[in-house]
């Protein structure tokens, strides 16, 4: 998709609808990219290089900027694309209508088992239609407003809103056999659901939303693939949040999601997760990012970081590793400013399933400046 350089405004029933499309695992409030570029008056190219659900990219079209998200996993890359997508209510309910109207089921389920406690018969049919025809380099933006909504909806407490399972936590999925015991001992049963109608009581911000142009792109590539000739510019300003030491297999917890995007549940998809073996491999990869983001972004850039650490990851104060990595890197990345934050990553609370992971800690908001 290439760069416009339009503004795109949108409402704020589009905007909650975008915002709040999909729960997911460490995302952070949209309101700390927004603050940060609704101070911006000149238009800037905005880069986040672990883009998750797009809360930045999605930050960068409501304040009219350009920006480039990356990230590893298949569904971030879905959900990132979902939010920069112009499209309307009426353009994805008939899109979801012509999928399910003129595609049959080629390929039969393997773990029918699983599947059948999962989703009632008529929508388990739906939903592999859907999949038969998901093409993540192949689709339009209504394909991909689409998908984002049929992520957002798959599954999550039955009574709690348009889920398509039996009762799940709705931000990840436990592993099977967590869930099988589970609705055993709930005596539960998946509800008989029509699948257009959770489309379209998910999408109701949308109604009558004109297509408006954004300029934004994602890309599925580790941190280590990104240069600035994507973008014909180097980068003015980076947000984001690097996985934290510790909160290495929590990705794990997308395996239904990835299921519906045809992609192979285990993680990390292409072995390119941030290395989380040992501190000190830690250490290092952060160092690589810092010279990787020097190569790639303006002098004066400035980039702003959401950054913790897990309590049972024995990793050092914030603020210390994140120096010693930035002493690795001897780059000119320099601390312009950090603050303690004082709400944790977003992590929506299930409380009949063991969350797999505990809050993070210690997290700060930094600012550094790249001189030369
Ligand atoms: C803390 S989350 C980012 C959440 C994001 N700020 C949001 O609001 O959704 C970190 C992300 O880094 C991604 N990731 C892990 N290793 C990566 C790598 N080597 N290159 C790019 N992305 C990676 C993970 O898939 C995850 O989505």
New binding site residues.
């Given amino acids: 998709m290439p760069f416009s350089c339009c503004l795109s405004p949108l409402s704020g029933k589009v905007r909650n609808l975008l915002d709040s499309l999909c729960p997911?695992?460490?995302?952070?409030p949209l309101s700390f990219p927004l603050d940060i570029l609704k101070k911006e008056t000149r238009s800037r190219l905005v880069l986040?290089?672990?883009?998750?659900?797009?809360?930045?990219l999605l930050a960068a079209r409501l304040t009219g900027h350009r920006s480039l998200g990356?990230?590893?996993?298949p569904v971030?890359v879905a959900?990132s694309r979902a939010k920069l997508a112009r499209t309307t209510l009426e353009e994805v309910l008939q899109r979801a209508k012509d999928i399910l109207s003129r595609e049959s089921i080629l390929e039969p389920e393997e773990n029918s088992e699983f599947f059948e406690c999962c989703f009632h018969p008529e929508v388990l049919k739906d939903l592999q239609l859907f999949r038969q025809r998901y093409h993540r380099e192949k689709m339009d933006d209504t394909e991909e407003l689409l998908y984002g909504i049929l992520l957002g909806i798959l599954h999550g407490p039955v009574h709690k809103g348009p889920y398509l399972s039996n009762s799940m936590p709705a931000s990840f999925s436990p592993s099977q056999e967590v869930l099988f015991a589970r609705w055993r001992s709930d005596h539960s049963s998946p509800p008989a659901r029509n699948i257009l109608q959770c489309i379209a009581q998910k999408a109701y911000g949308l109604k009558g939303c004109p297509a408006r142009p954004s300029f934004g792109q994602v890309e599925q590539?580790?941190?280590?693939q990104i240069d600035s000739s994507r973008t014909h510019s180097p980068f003015d300003l980076i947000i984001?949040?690097?996985?934290?030491f510790g909160?290495s297999n929590l990705?794990c917890g997308q395996w239904l999601r990835s299921w519906l995007l045809r992609e192979n549940s285990t993680f990390?998809p292409s072995g390119?997760?941030?290395n989380h073996t040992s501190l000190q491999d830690y250490t290092n990869?952060l160092a690589e990012l810092w010279q990787r983001l020097t190569l790639c972004c303006r002098e004066g850039a400035s980039l702003w970081l959401?950054f913790g650490k897990v309590p049972e990851s024995g990793a050092p104060p914030t603020l210390e590793l994140l120096d010693e990595s930035l002493t690795r890197a001897e780059t000119q990345w320099i601390m312009r400013q950090a603050q303690p934050v004082d709400t944790p990553?977003?992590r929506p609370s299930c409380p009949s399933f063991e969350s797999p992971s505990s809050p993070p800690e210690d997290e700060w908001i930094i600012h550094l400046r790249l001189q030369n």
């Avoid at 986040?48 to 809360?55: E, I, M, Q, V, W």
């Avoid at 990356?70 to 996993?73: E, K, P, S, V, W």
């Avoid at 984001?240 to 934290?244: A, L, V």
Wanted: one cysteine or more; proline letters at 10%; aromatic letters at 16%.
């Fill in positions: 997911y695992f460490t995302r952070f986040d290089p672990f883009c998750g659900c797009g809360t930045t990356t990230d590893i996993h971030a959900l590539i580790s941190f280590d984001t949040s690097p996985p934290y909160l990705c990390p390119r997760e941030m990869t959401r990553l977003l």
